[in-house]
């Protein structure tokens, strides 16, 4: 399977602390992207960063890309409860738009 | 941005029956669209991919036969999933992307899920 694989599988963390999530994949990549989804609901895109970037911030989200490594993180700084949510990484292969997804995260923040 | 509109959110069906799952491009034409199944709890596994005016493409372990996709036209894709057991019921998300950006960075558009229940 091209399916990436992400870590943790779940994280229950209080509100106001930072989360992290980390994703890897196992081919090249245009880009890779973040998406959060609220139980039984669709996706929510939150972040894309291309292959020749390295970090990409958005408000409380960060996110790096080590191409190297096949590897990507997610950084949620000062976690609100509202947070909690299934977290997917995607990626893009080249010359496509068929979308590859991580495993997910589950991540309780509890208030 | 773009929205893709997916139609039913959710639906009910009896076992041996057929289900037709909707989507819509809503302000661009999609050439191409994916097909994507979510079982509680896991991740998204791509099904199939879409393509206006030909055959679907089909991953591997994905039955042709069971799962119909049909995109007649720029802005139109269904998935029929044909005498639905109540293995197949999943949550079901099909994606589209404008081939305007085709090569480019830019996300694809999903659809807001159908939730199908085969009792």
């Known amino acids: 399977s091209q399916q990436g694989e992400e870590d943790p599988q779940a994280l229950s963390i209080q509100e106001g602390e930072n989360a992290t999530m980390n994703c890897s994949y196992k081919?090249?990549?245009?880009?890779l992207q973040w998406y959060r989804q609220n139980s039984g609901r669709g996706l929510v895109h939150l972040i894309l960063i291309r292959s020749n970037e390295r970090e990409k911030h958005s408000g409380r989200l960060r996110v790096t890309l080590d191409t190297s490594k096949k590897s990507s993180s997610l950084l949620i700084t000062a976690s609100r409860a509202a947070d909690t949510a299934s977290y997917f990484c995607?990626?893009?292969?080249?010359?496509?738009?068929?979308?590859?997804f991580g495993t997910g995260t589950r991540l309780k923040v509890l208030a | 941005g773009a929205v893709v509109s997916q139609h039913p959110s959710w639906v009910i069906c009896k076992s041996g029956t057929s289900v037709k799952i909707e989507c819509r491009s809503l302000?661009?034409?999609?050439?191409?669209m994916f097909w994507y199944r979510q079982f509680p709890k896991q991740s998204l596994m791509l099904m199939a991919t879409?393509?206006?005016?030909?055959?679907?493409?089909?991953e591997q372990g994905v039955e042709k036969d069971k799962f119909l996709i049909n995109h007649a036209s720029l802005t139109l894709s269904t998935l029929t999933v044909t005498s639905a057991h109540p293995e197949d019921s999943s949550f079901y998300i099909c994606s589209a992307s404008n081939p305007l950006f085709a090569g480019t960075n830019t996300e694809a558009f999903f659809g807001q899920g159908t939730r199908l229940t085969v009792v």
């Open positions: 302000d661009f034409q999609a050439t191409t």
């Open positions: 879409s393509n206006e005016g030909s055959k679907a493409t089909y």
């Open positions: 081919t090249s990549i245009n880009n």
């Open positions: 995607a990626t893009v292969g080249r010359g496509t738009y068929k979308y590859i």
